[in-house]
């Protein structure tokens, strides 16, 4: 599990208590030589925390918050499992995170986790400041503000990233590969609440974009799959891409809509090597008549990859895209436990594939491996300065991959501003209607940028959605 700038968190995670196999099974127990026992503290243990309260509140030169004190224990017990995906949540913290998975809340749009001590970005969230800005899974993000990130909890260094609508968080980000870290400034905004949308493309084939997996996203799914239907549906491209999980039983309901009843969707795997089987059941439960082809990308993470991994080996799904995250384990938050409305959520098991492959940290390999053009990784243009002729830097290769995108193209790629590159902006200039200088200021910085946003929103920009729906098209000719 990892947090959000947009909130809280987002990927697989089970219902807020003990689930049913640690029950049936029961829990370790201590013994004389000290093994861990969910009784919690022994006597001694407490003893020894007690003794450092003691000695922080009678001995140290400041005055110290004890709710902070305790916190911070809670966090630095989980930050000793060296597990990114186990983390503790405060009250205010833990209410954000309620909001999430609920399908409401504001921000940049960004599910993040801390990797090796740093903040990494999982994935954006589609239409998402993040998204808008050019904010790429994998990004690292340094400072937001001018306040450095480093050091901080993953919880504190969303509170940082956090904000109010229409307030601005610019963000100094190092992207693998790069030499520099680059900057990029967001305007905070609500986020959707709908994670589902469908349209009906000609031939009968729909698409069905599914953003993340909250609770509502199930009845959904459900919706428009019957709207489409109605209509006609002939064959089904299911869009995952940065889709980067969810809650579990909102996977697990949307994979039975598409699966017969009695086929594995997923497989758990308990810490005592124990392997069980979820099967797809429920309405309709006949699986469905018309070919599927599943759309991923490197930010399709969790239960997106559970949902298209079942898919693929239970339902015959055709997989088109990238290879994917590769998280394959399962969280549970505990927050009636504490007492005072604050969250542990803890890695209780691993996820399998139906046929018992783990993917952790290896992703699901796609059948049709498609990558986007290199100006779908393009991101903002710096505005605190003009980018002119002979100039060489990333943010030189960043304006040519966006000139790319926006159908004027320059002579090189590889970060020198070159003569080609000044006539290529001149001649965006001059189709803008903007002074035709041959320089990236601020306002043809602006205009490239949204120019580049509105032609990615169009369907044959997307080459992984044109593979998709020939694959679909191909399917239902067979």
């Known amino acids: 599990m990892m947090l959000t700038a947009i909130g ?24 004389e030589s000290g093994t861990p026992s969910a009784e919690g503290l022994r006597q001694d243990e407490l003893d020894k925390l007690d003794k450092v309260m003691d000695l922080i509140g009678s001995r140290y030169m400041e005055p110290q918050d004890r709710k902070a004190l305790v916190d911070g224990a809670i966090q630095g017990m989980l930050d000793s499992l060296g597990d990114p995906y186990s983390v503790y949540m405060s009250k205010e913290e833990a209410a954000k995170f309620t909001d999430t998975t609920q399908g409401a809340f504001t921000g940049i749009g960004a599910d993040l986790k801390k990797e090796n001590g740093v903040i990494v970005v999982e994935s954006p969230i589609k239409g998402s400041p993040a998204e808008r800005a050019g904010l790429q899974p994998r990004d690292v993000l340094l400072t937001v503000n001018g306040e450095s990130l480093q050091g901080l909890t993953l919880s504190e260094a969303v509170a940082k990233i956090r904000g109010p609508k229409g307030t601005k968080a610019k963000l100094k980000v190092l992207r693998p590969g790069a030499k520099e870290p680059m900057e990029l400034e967001l305007v905070r905004d609500r986020i959707s609440v709908e994670t589902v949308e469908s349209e009906l493309l000609q031939g009968g084939i729909g698409r069905l974009t599914i953003s993340q997996f909250s609770f509502p996203t199930a009845t959904q799914v459900q919706d428009e799959l019957k709207a489409m239907e109605d209509k006609g549906l002939k064959a089904l491209v ?19 809509q598409f699966i017969k009843t009695g086929q594995p969707v997923v497989r758990y795997e308990y810490s005592d090597g124990q392997q069980t089987s979820k099967m797809a059941e429920g309405t309709p439960g006949t699986g469905k008549p018309y070919p599927i082809v ?96 002979d100039e060489t830097g990333e943010e030189v290769a960043n ?27 001149k001649a965006f200039q001059q189709r803008e209607r903007l002074p035709v200088t041959g320089e990236v200021d601020e306002r043809t910085a602006d205009r490239l940028e949204s120019s580049l946003y509105a032609e990615l929103q169009k369907p044959e920009k997307d080459e992984q959605l044109q593979a998709a729906l020939k694959e679909a098209r191909e399917l239902l000719a067979r």
Do not use: C
């Open 399 to 425: 304006l040519q991959r966006i000139l790319e995108g926006v159908d004027t193209p320059a002579d090189r790629s590889d970060g020198y501003f070159s003569e080609g590159t000044e006539k290529a902006v």
């Open 238 to 256: 299911i869009d995952l891409r940065n889709n980067p999980g969810g809650t579990l039983e909102s996977t697990l309901k949307i994979a039975g």
């Open 294 to 389: 599943v759309l991923v990308n490197k930010a399709s993470a969790s239960a997106a990859e559970i949902l298209a991994g079942a898919l693929k080996q239970s339902a015959g799904a055709v997989l088109v895209g990238e290879t994917t995250f590769g998280k394959g384990t399962v969280q549970i938050s505990y927050d009636k436990e504490l007492g005072d409305g604050s969250l542990v959520k803890l890695t209780v098991f691993k996820w399998l594939l139906p046929d018992g492959t783990w993917i952790h940290h290896k992703g699901i390999q796609p059948d049709i491996r498609v990558s986007q053009p290199a100006y779908w990784m393009a991101s903002k243009l710096p505005r605190d300065r003009v980018l002119r002729r």
């Open 8 to 31: 809280a968190g987002a990927l697989t995670w089970g219902a807020a208590q003990a689930p049913a196999w640690q029950a049936a099974s029961g829990t370790p127990s201590s013994s």
